[in-house]
């Protein structure tokens, strides 16, 4: 049965943040909202809603180990993973718009986010000073971007890759509603699944959280990314990982800290959280326009990855080891 709520989650949650953010969109478009701001707000959160309810809903179940292993998890899985198979598809260039500022931002974030964790425990004044950061970061970027035309265009092209709900206002109204509430049931039972599956191991709830977890609330970022990079758009595949991960790890944990305070485990200290700011360093270069990673570079992500996944299974004993 715990297989069954894992796979039956990550199922739901995809088919609900797909409901979700065409519906969100689509209602978006029909009160003129701007491409920028519908890029920016509508998108990014759509595509980060499973891993803020899963997150919200293992701190809440009493799983903390879970929900910081999802946002560690999911970080690298956005660079390894997501980066590793857009490349894969199209050679990637750096954003139009990109510049040495995102990589500060996103290293600084990183870092803060680091550095609190590194006391043990995400505490509620560490989860304000979190979501505070993410603020910023949001007024900082809308303020930059409105004034920058080669970053409105690529937020344009982003959300017209989108195809619209063809429905009146109530109906697409009603999509959206479907799409959140689908989003928390899946988010509720890849949970159940994954708390069942540690407890039946004998492994912590934050290796689950790190791998099985966070590949799961990480699917949504990937397909977009994919569909971006099939279309030749890899530039766009770069912010979306940028701005998810400074999501996760400032709104997300900030969010959920303010909860439920996230106690943090050695572990994750000493191996995890440096992999996480390891991953992150990989994508400085691109942001700069130094490095323009194709085929190989992207093998080479995914292999990072697959062997970051079996090492921590392994580890865990999941794979017959330590």
């Not at 992500?301 to 079996?310: C, E, H, T």
């Amino acid at each position: 049965m715990m297989y069954v709520q894992l796979i039956g989650g990550i199922v739901v949650l995809l088919a609900a943040a797909e409901i979700f953010i065409r519906g969100a969109v689509s209602l978006a478009k029909i009160l003129n909202i701007s491409p920028l701001v519908i890029g920016m707000t509508v998108v990014a959160v759509g595509t980060s809603a499973p891993e803020l309810v899963v997150t919200l809903n293992a701190s809440l179940s009493g799983a903390p180990g879970l929900a910081l292993g999802n946002i560690i998890g999911s970080n690298i899985a956005n660079v390894l993973l997501i980066l590793g198979v857009s490349c894969l598809l199209s050679p990637m260039r750096s954003p139009d718009s990109a510049n040495s500022r995102d990589g500060f931002v996103l290293m600084a974030g990183t870092a803060m986010f680091a550095v609190l964790c590194a006391q043990g425990q995400l505490s509620l004044w560490s989860g304000g000073a979190l979501f505070v950061a993410f603020l910023g970061f949001l007024v900082s970027t809308y303020r930059t971007e409105s004034q920058d035309k080669e970053a409105t265009a690529e937020h344009i092209l982003e959300v017209e890759g989108m195809s619209p709900i063809a429905a009146p206002m109530w109906a697409i109204g009603l999509s959206v509603l479907v799409g959140l509430a689908g989003i928390v049931w899946g988010a509720d039972l890849l949970v159940e699944g994954g708390i069942d599956i540690a407890r039946a191991f004998g492994v912590s709830e934050e290796v689950i959280g790190l791998t099985v977890i966070a590949l799961g609330t990480s699917l949504p970022e990937l397909a977009a990314s994919v569909v971006a990079a099939y279309r030749g758009h890899s530039d766009i595949a770069v912010g979306n990982v940028v701005g998810s991960n400074l999501f996760n790890i400032l709104g997300i944990a900030g969010v959920a800290a303010m909860v439920a305070p996230l106690p943090v485990s050695s572990a994750i200290l000493s191996f995890d959280m440096w992999v996480m700011l390891g991953a992150t360093a990989l994508v400085l270069p691109i942001l700069a326009g130094r490095w323009h990673p194709g085929r190989m570079s992207g093998a080479f992500f995914l292999a990072l990855y697959i062997g970051y996944i079996g090492f921590s299974g392994y580890s865990a004993g999941l794979f017959g080891g330590a």
